[in-house]
């Protein structure tokens, strides 16, 4: 908006003073408890692009703490301080404006000395939390993608899937997922990209086995399994019986051991098979198989008294 000058744009007058304040909105309790990842590295770049254009510049940058944590950034952070910046860990409690200097009256606290500090600068600058864009909402809904608590785009598992969502075919990178700085974004974009070129590479998917199957007769239609289901892989119809969508089931389990009816099971995966797998491994192995697979057959029974219609 200044054209690539520096001036106040209340009076057009030049700052003399420069205080930026970090993590503003950010790293609250009554606002956003996470980090924004770039304001540091931001303020300290926007510092000595200043010092470099306007060395008489007096330049203050109020922190709780300096995280320039990336590849080279530290050293950085010890050039801009040697460069003149002056940087006070603690937080600023107030500001006043001067109604006849137009200056700003800055109250801070110096958590290193335990001081409280005041600073009359001609322009204060805030970096201001990273949040979800506001059409984020709307992307999810079309989508059928889910948030996290801030509103950023959830993937699957943060560190075996960080690119993936629970609907197929569809991934997300950059500052989708949250705060990001630019390697990476760059670095999810790639592999973003890589995935969606691995998944157009074939002619044909190949759907899962082991899926969640439905018996229409045990259902209840009491959409238990809906909330759950971290795919959005089952639907209750208009006949109040829920529906399994075998290209976005990916056979977790978590609907066959909430469903309270015992209406839903897996491919392949159904109890009575896993208890004849177990009887079978360890009839051979255990010294005690006879009161084992006794055990074994009583828990069966069990089973098969709650739900007696389920083979």
Known sequence: PTGGHLYRISDGKKPKIVAMIQCVGSRSLKRNPYCSVVCCSVA??????????YPDIEIVIFYIDMRT???GNEEYYRKVREAGVLTIRGKVGDIQEDQETKK????????LSNQILNLNADLVVLSTAMVPS???????????LSTDSYGFLSEIHGCLKPQETTNMGVYICGCAAGPKNIPSSVSTALAAASKVATLLSKDTIIQELMIAEVDDTLCLGCRRCE?????????????????????KCKGC???????????????YYRDKQVIEE???????ALEYKEEFIESIELIWKRIEALAPHQT
Do not use: F, M
Request: some cysteine.
């Open 104 to 111: 700003l009256k800055l109250t801070a606290s110096d958590t």
């Open 278 to 284: 177990i009887k079978g491994i360890c009839s051979t």
């Open 44 to 53: 300290l770049k926007n510092a000595q692009l200043l010092k470099q254009e």
């Open 253 to 267: 389990g978590v609907c066959v051991s909430s469903c309270p009816a015992r209406a839903i099971d897996l491919k």
């Open 134 to 144: 506001k059409s984020s909402a709307k992307l999810t809904e079309t989508l059928g």
């Open 227 to 247: 909330k759950l289901c971290n795919y959005n892989a089952i639907k209750v119809n208009g006949h109040a019986i829920a529906e399994v969508d075998g290209l």
């Open 69 to 71: 944590w990336d590849k």
